[in-house]
T-cell receptor, first 116, second 114 residues
Framework: DAGVIQSPRHEVTEMGQEVTLRCKPI?????LFWYRQTMMRGLELLIY????????DSGMPEDRFSAKMPNASFSTLKIQPSEPRDSAVYFC??????????????FGPGTRLLVL | AQKITQTQPGMFVQEKEAVTLDCTYDTSDPSYGLFWYKQPSSGEMIFLIY??????QNATEGRYSLNFQKARKSANLVISASQLGDSAMYFCAIPGGGADGLTFGKGTHLIIQP
């Protein structure tokens, strides 16, 4: 079975450019999560979708970040304009029924973003 | 708010020895669970094991087991018969907090030596 798919795996861009990260969750999973991992802050949740609806985006750092989930099999995380401090690994994860005590989140391979 | 503490930034262990990775947590939720993930040098996050707060027996998945002590709020990961391929970062996580996802600890960098 295919796991969570993310693209691109690596992205190098210049400050000020728009960056779009893509995610395909595991088929049948109703919830999707975007995380960011940095050395300084570790793993942080950015936003969580349930049944394609954003539930809480309080983890999104700034208005430069936006996320969409137009259908059950696709989500994007966009940064516009990008800044060097956005450099991180961005993970997408999905779970069957969403947030809860026993709901395992399965992670994609991540996108390594470097903003010069 | 949920909090996870992993007190061992790094560990060196001889191959074939058992390893215990520490994790303590703090939560106000009456029902919760603890997750462990492995992140090898390639970068992916791999789910290892889960235990719910009301589970009676400690969870086991192959060589992985959870030493869950609810009164002490600890959920240590035990890896039996360690292998070179176990070298990785290990993260403990608990649901809730922030934007309603998983709250992760800082991780433990485990290095298995031949």
């Amino acid at each position: 079975d295919a796991g969570v798919i993310q693209s691109p795996r690596h992205e190098v861009t210049e400050m000020g450019q728009e960056v779009t990260l893509r995610c395909k969750p595991i088929s049948g999973h109703n919830s999707l999560f975007w995380y960011r991992q940095t050395m300084m802050r570790g793993l942080e949740l950015l936003i969580y979708f349930n049944n394609n609806v954003p539930i809480d985006d309080s983890g999104m750092p700034e208005d430069r970040f936006s996320a969409k989930m137009p259908n059950a099999s696709f989500s994007t995380l966009k940064i516009q304009p990008s800044e060097p401090r956005d450099s991180a690994v961005y993970f997408c994860a999905s779970s069957l029924r969403g947030q809860g005590a026993g709901e395992t989140q399965y992670f994609g391979p991540g996108t390594r973003l470097l903003v010069l | 708010a949920q909090k996870i503490t992993q007190t061992q930034p790094g560990m060196f262990v001889q191959e074939k020895e058992a390893v215990t990775l520490d994790c303590t947590y703090d939560t106000s939720d009456p029902s919760y669970g603890l997750f462990w993930y492995k992140q090898p040098s390639s970068g992916e996050m791999i789910f290892l094991i889960y235990q719910g707060s009301y589970d009676q027996q400690n969870a086991t998945e192959g060589r992985y087991s959870l030493n869950f002590q609810k009164a002490r709020k600890s959920a240590n990961l035990v890896i039996s018969a360690s292998q070179l391929g176990d070298s990785a970062m290990y993260f403990c996580a608990i649901p809730g907090g922030g934007a309603d996802g998983l709250t992760f600890g800082k991780g433990t960098h485990l290095i298995i030596q031949p």
